[in-house]
Structures are given as C-alpha cells and as structure tokens.
C-alpha cells in the first residue's frame, strides 16, 4: 500500500503544482501568475480602447469636414450649372443613316454658327427654368432656315 500511495501522493503533489502556477504561486522568477497576467492584460485592454476611442473621433471629424467640403463644392457646382443653364442654347441633329438607323447628335451654338447640312432635320431647344405653380406655354412650330 506504501507504493500506491506513494504513486497517489506524487501525482497529487504534481498536480497542486500545476494548479498553483496556473492560479499565481510561481516557482521560478519568469513564471508569470494567473492574477498578475490578468491584471497586465485589463491595462493593455484600457489603452488600447483609449487608442481607438482617440482614433474613432478623429476619424469622425474628418469624414465631417469631407462632407461639409463635398456639400460646399455640390452648392459651387449647382450655382454654376444655374449658370451656364441660362447662357447655353443647345441644338439637337436628328437624321436618317443610310442603314435606316437614326442618330441623335448635339450641338453646341458655336457649332450651329458654323452651319448645318442643307435638308437635315435639327431640332432647337431652349432652356426653360420649371417653377412650381407656373404654367408655360411650349409653342409646337417648325421654323425654316431662309437658306432652304
């Protein structure tokens, strides 16, 4: 019975001393306990939630100043776009390939000053500004150049 207690005795003694330096009774100086590890660890968690806290508000804070860049230059560009939607005539070339297919062109005024092809269809459009409650006539006409 010695001998088997003696088996007992030293497989409990090993595991008290598993199960003391897993819980924090180390048996040499680079054996680093349970609770000390884990309080090492919750202050790296700390800052580390404090490095990105630090970085979430930065980040917040250039995405708004993108947004506010973006909605500036969207008012820029529509202010322009009112702009040139007053100055710009556009004309559209309408006529028939040979293949039997339409092709629909666009034409600046400039290219339009140039001239058009003898006997093309072009259509003129003119810019009209649409106001709530307001009502405009769109008159239905063909014009004829005095050069046909």
Known sequence: MTMAGS??????KDRVTRLENYVGVPEDDEVVSL???????TIELVDLRK?????????????NNIMEDVM????????NL???????AIVKNDHNKKEGKKKTEVLS???????LRKGEETYLAALVEIKPDTTVEVPDET???KSD
Not at 51 to 63: C, G, K, P, S
């Open 7 to 12: 088996a007992a005795n030293e497989a409990l």
């Open 35 to 41: 609770s000390v590890s884990t309080e090492q660890h």
């Open 51 to 63: 490095i990105l806290d630090d970085f979430m508000t930065e980040t917040n804070a250039r995405i």
């Open 72 to 79: 500036s230059l969207t008012d820029f560009v529509k202010t």
């Open 82 to 88: 009112k702009s040139l939607e007053d100055e710009v």
């Open 109 to 115: 005024a400039l290219q339009l000053k140039t001239g």
């Open 143 to 145: 014009w004829q150049s």
